[in-house]
């Protein structure tokens, strides 16, 4: 087992198993991390800081003994609002429709189910 000294605006350490990502260690340790992809390592925004360098938690795994600052933003300044989507607007092609029928009234000595008549 080894320690993932995890802090962010209080310090407390975390024992995890080795191999353990150090989004989990952060999520052990109370955290919640901002993990919008579940860890798969699309997104980018669950960087820290591991001896002075950005990585992403979800990526890196605890080998040793680490002192981990989650006071980084992904952004580092450059965010934008997303004003627009990421695909253009979407054609809906239903494969059902609505039409309106009548059916006759039965007459006498026609034995068919409405659904017979339907057909």
Same mark, same amino acid.
């Given at each position: 087992? =080894? &320690?993932?000294?995890?802090? =962010?605006?209080? #310090?407390? /350490? &975390? #024992? &995890?198993?080795?191999?353990?990502?150090?989004?989990?260690?952060?999520?052990?340790?109370?955290? *919640?991390?901002? %993990?919008? !992809?579940?860890?798969?390592?699309? !997104? /980018?925004? !669950?960087?820290?800081? &591991?001896? /002075?360098?950005?990585?992403?938690?979800?990526?890196?795994?605890?080998?040793?003994?680490?002192? *981990?600052?989650? %006071?980084?933003?992904?952004?580092?300044?450059?965010? *934008? +609002?997303?004003?627009?989507?990421?695909?253009?607007? %979407?054609?809906?092609?239903?494969? +059902?429709?609505?039409?309106? +029928? #009548?059916?006759?009234?039965?007459?006498?000595?026609?034995?068919?189910?409405?659904? #017979?008549?339907?057909?």
């Amino acid at each position: 087992m =080894y &320690v993932a000294s995890v802090f =962010y605006q209080r #310090e407390e /350490g &975390v #024992e &995890v198993p080795e191999g353990t990502t150090l989004l989990e260690a952060e999520r052990l340790a109370g955290l *919640v991390p901002d %993990a919008p !992809c579940g860890g798969t390592g699309t !997104c /980018g925004k !669950c960087q820290v800081l &591991v001896n /002075g360098k950005k990585i992403q938690a979800c990526k890196m795994k605890v080998r040793e003994n680490l002192n *981990v600052d989650t %006071a980084v933003s992904s952004s580092s300044g450059n965010a *934008v +609002i997303l004003t627009g989507g990421f695909s253009g607007p %979407a054609v809906l092609k239903p494969g +059902i429709a609505v039409h309106q +029928i #009548e059916l006759k009234k039965t007459v006498p000595g026609d034995k068919r189910s409405d659904w #017979e008549r339907l057909l």
